[in-house]
Structures are given as C-alpha cells and as structure tokens.
Nanobody
Framework: VQLQASGGGLVQAGGSLRLSCTASADSFRSYVMSWFRQAPGKEREFVSA????????FYADAVRGRFSISRDNAKRTVFLQMNSLTPEDTAVYYC???????????????????WGQGTLVTVSS
C-alpha cells in the first residue's frame, strides 16, 4: 500500500490546516488509518486513528477537542482537520495504514505496516 500525505504548510498560532492522505489500495475501506507526528529531536508520536469497520476515532490527549479525523472510502483518503494550532503542533505529520491492528496497539508507531512520506506542519507564534 502506498500512502501520499499532503496539506502541510506554515500557519499562525490559532489557525487551521487540513491534512489528507490518499492510499493506493483498492481495499482502502478495510484499513485502519492513522496520523503520527515527529518533531525535531523527538520520537514519533501518535496523533489520531480511525477504524475501518465503524470509523471510530482515537485521539491523543494533546489534540483531543482540536483535531478531527475522518475518512472517505470512495476517495481512498483519510483527513485530519487541525484547529486551534499551537507552536507545539509543529512537526512532520505521517499517515499510516494497517489492516489488522488491534485497538491496544493503535498508539504504537511500531505496530503499523504502511507509512506515507510525511508532510511538514509549521505553526508560528
């Protein structure tokens, strides 16, 4: 599965961005999808995920209430709407996919099978 992330850019604190990740897999609807991010000098961290079966969302505490994940199976795309951005959200954002990941492993970067190339989000103060 190939993943293509886009939508990153430079935004002022308090602003919004919408990230997109499009998958090459015809069976996209059967994949759990997620977003992780990695700031300079830090480990990759979980941001959000969305289940394949019922589109149940998962969020990291740091983004809950500000970010929203959604998916469009017909377009094979997952979205991350990011609102009320702060400089602490500055990072490279990666999308990931997996068909068989279990809920308890969703927040672990090492559990995901497929990764996109990342898109840079920079939030200025």
């Amino acid at each position: 599965v190939q993943l293509q992330a886009s939508g990153g850019g430079l935004v002022q604190a308090g602003g919004s961005l919408r990230l997109s990740c499009t998958a090459s897999a015809d069976s996209f609807r059967s994949y759990v999808m997620s977003w992780f991010r990695q700031a300079p000098g830090k480990e990759r961290e979980f941001v959000s995920a969305i289940k394949s079966s019922d589109s149940r969302p998962f969020y990291a505490d740091a983004v809950r209430g500000r970010f929203s994940i959604s998916r469009d199976n017909a377009k094979r795309t997952v979205f991350l709407q990011m609102n009320s951005l702060t400089p602490e959200d500055t990072a490279v954002y990666y999308c990931a996919a997996d068909r068989h990941i279990i809920n308890s492993a969703i927040r672990s970067a090492g559990s995901w099978d497929y990764w996109g190339q990342g898109t840079l989000v920079t939030v200025s103060s």
